[in-house]
């Protein structure tokens, strides 16, 4: 069983930055394609960010792209997700997600086969 555990989240003005991460146990992390979404309040899930198990390969919202960047670190099974130049409309809980059976990436959140709690980001105009 594959646990997600989101950190990092909180207040920030608009124009900040802030990272938050992801720290997987159980599984095998280095095999898995790991996705960020986010979910404001009164809206659908949405798609941010996933990388590729190799991390050789990343997808991006066009919403988000040039102002996020999502990472990973397999020998710390952690995936990370930058964000700067942040707005208002960026306010939502972020979750990660881990897809285990894809050779590719994904931006389908019902593709995606464990999902962490979320932390809550809240950018102050």
């Known amino acids: 069983q594959v646990q997600l555990t989101e950190s990092g989240g909180g207040l920030v003005q608009a124009g900040g930055s802030l990272r938050l991460s992801c720290a997987a146990s159980g599984g095998t992390f280095r095999r898995y394609n790991m996705g960020w979404f986010r979910q404001a309040s009164g809206k659908e899930r949405e798609f941010v960010a996933a990388i590729k198990w190799t991390g050789g390969s990343t997808l991006y919202a066009d919403s988000v792209k040039g102002r996020f960047t999502i990472s990973r670190d397999n020998a710390k099974n952690t995936v990370d997700l930058q964000m700067n130049s942040l707005k208002p409309e960026d306010t939502a809980v972020y979750y990660c997600?881990?897809?285990?059976?894809?050779?590719?990436?994904?931006?389908?959140?019902?593709?995606?086969?464990?999902w962490g709690q979320g932390t809550q980001l809240t950018v102050s105009s």
């Open positions: 997600a881990a897809e285990v059976h894809k050779s590719y990436i994904v931006e389908v959140g019902r593709e995606y086969d464990y």
